[in-house]
């Protein structure tokens, strides 16, 4: 037979070569359980709950920070009451303890796994982990065993399922389903866990025991691997690891150039869950927030909720400086009831401050929120696809009304420090029409509209170089913009994650980037001039 190659979606980085382990599945109860009057059913529930909530604590003993984190978001969700409500109203009606929690669980586990959001469908996972750990409890069924250094394939696996699994070299996960932003997956970021996920459910009827080879980078996961294919895996195993002892060599150390300058390095973040399991030392900062992450549900967040965000982001960073973009809807970022549906073209159309300044009401609470939490922290806050000067001056003329609100009201607030996105090329054109505090480079949407090339079409990608001439010259101009004026440019766009991209950005005069967390490492390594051959 020859090899069989499956193609998924990437989920973390790195390549495995070694024996498949495929997680059998549980199809319902075996037999039905004979079932006890309601008040016996209903202490069993209660027992096998309060036992889950103990094993749950014990694994989240022997973990570190951030896998706690996870941990303790399903023990707070086991231990509300309203998680179990319509479980017990089912047995008092006559189910099973088994029947009532399954029914009630599997509900509530329907309605994230067909939400719109990504994010949403993702935490699905983490309900599915608590329904199945009572059943197996209340069933008296023992926990399968993963042997060590195993290729994991599963339709999905719970968070606590993972921790659970001594995770040798050699060992990857390879899932059915899944997603790369569920909580599985940014643990075998962390942990360095080569991870596919969407496989397809195909992959759970192939046999345990066969050769495999996961690439997580490639997201592809190849059954009974040819020479060809192991030779392959190992000259990316050793090029893949070789980057990594680099990029935790640099990781931690502050950022300079060969000439002894320094470079501020930080991290750009879709939301404090995320940040959770990172540490604040790899950074000098958060260059970019996109509070896009508080808009997915299905309702607006209301000013409560956003402030408590961006306080837990303030407080992750301890002092260091914190940039909050105001909501960046629109373009391939829709928000339901939010943004206009029809528009031909939404690149082009009602995105960023613009749909901000057509929903007052929505922009006020975003910067009032923002205000409350600017106590807390060093808060700057910067608006997304800026235009023309009035773009920024009438998002000024909103923040200042919403303080002196605060001020009457006598609600403790800092007017935080209002800077632009330098991504439309009018922006950066004539960039000193623009009187804002700081300038950032977005440099995904700047490339997209100086190259008329979306950024959303793969076959496009080719336009998408940052190191295009007209691109460089309209980032020379903002930075030269920024020293005669005395005022912070840096730059958040992708380009700024990209090692080989950096040096050029150096040389255009860039001395602030933000990037994404798992590419500080080697971004630093790249300013450092560690990567030149
Ligand atoms: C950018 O355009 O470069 C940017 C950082 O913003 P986003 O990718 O969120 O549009
Ligand atoms: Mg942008």
């Excluded at 067909?114 to 469908?121: G, L, P, V």
């Excluded at 993702?122 to 309900?127: F, N, V």
């Excluded at 010259?473 to 912070?488: A, D, P, Y």
């Amino acid at each position: 037979m020859g090899e069989l190659r499956l193609i998924g979606r990437p989920a973390s980085p790195g390549v495995a070569l070694s024996r498949l382990f495929v997680l059998a599945e549980k199809d319902g109860p075996a037999a039905a359980p004979p079932v006890g009057d309601p008040t016996s059913e209903a202490l069993r529930l209660s027992a096998a709950i309060a036992r889950a909530i103990g094993e749950l604590e014990a694994v989240s003993q022997s973990v570190g920070e951030d896998a706690r984190e996870i941990l303790e978001f399903q023990i707070a969700l086991l231990g509300d009451d309203a998680l179990a409500e319509p479980a017990f109203a089912s047995i008092a009606v006559g189910d099973s303890a088994d029947l009532a929690w399954r029914a009630a669980l599997e509900a509530q586990v329907a309605d994230y796994a067909s939400a719109e959001d990504e994010y949403f469908r993702a935490r699905s996972a983490d309900l599915a982990d608590l329904r199945d750990r009572v059943l197996r409890i209340l069933s008296g069924e023992v926990q399968q065993t993963v042997p060590a250094g195993a290729v994991l394939v599963a339709r999905d696996l719970p968070p606590s399922q993972f921790l659970g699994i001594e995770w040798r070299s050699g060992a990857a996960i390879a899932l059915a389903g899944g997603s790369p932003t569920s909580h599985v997956a940014l643990l075998a970021r962390a942990r360095g866990v080569p991870m596919v996920v969407g496989l397809g459910a195909d992959v759970m009827s192939i046999a345990s025991g066969q050769e495999a080879m996961v690439d997580g980078e490639l997201g592809t996961l190849v059954i009974a691997p040819d020479d060809v294919t192991r030779a392959a895996a190992r000259s990316r195993e050793t090029e893949i690891k070789q980057r990594q002892a680099i990029a935790e060599r640099y990781e931690r150390a502050p950022a300079r150039m060969p000439s002894g300058e320094a470079v501020a390095v930080m991290i750009n973040t879709a939301g404090p869950d995320e940040l959770s399991l990172l540490d604040p030392a790899i950074c000098d900062g958060i260059g970019l927030v996109r509070s896009e992450f508080l808009f997915h549900g299905p309702v607006l967040p209301d000013e409560e909720t956003q402030y408590r965000a961006y306080h837990r982001i303030l407080e992750w960073a301890g002092g260091r400086p914190v940039t909050i973009r105001t909501l960046d809807a629109g373009g391939d970022k829709p928000v339901q009831g939010l943004t206009i549906d029809d528009e031909g073209n939404p690149f082009l159309g009602t995105r960023g401050i613009r749909l901000s300044l057509l929903k007052p009401d929505v922009f006020r609470v975003q910067l009032r929120a923002l205000c409350r939490a600017a106590t807390h922290g060093t808060l700057k806050v910067m608006l997304p696809m800026v235009a023309t000067p009035r773009d920024l001056t009438q998002g000024r003329q909103h923040l200042e009304a919403v303080a002196s609100d605060l001020a009457a009201r006598k609600v403790p607030h800092a007017v935080p420090p209002l800077g632009v996105m330098v991504e439309v090329p009018a922006a950066a054109i004539a960039i000193d029409r623009f009187d804002a505090d700081f300038y950032s480079i977005g440099s995904n949407d700047l490339i997209q509209y100086v190259m008329a090339a979306a950024r959303d079409i793969a076959s496009l990608a080719d336009y998408a170089d940052a190191t295009d001439p007209a691109v460089l010259s309209l980032i020379v101009q903002t930075v030269g913009h920024g020293k005669r004026t005395g005022r912070e440019v840096s730059l958040c766009g992708d380009a700024a994650s990209d090692p080989a991209i950096v040096p050029h950005l150096l040389r255009a005069g860039l001395r602030s980037l933000s990037v994404s967390a798992s590419s500080v490492g080697l971004v630093k390594a790249a300013i450092a001039g560690a990567l030149e051959r």
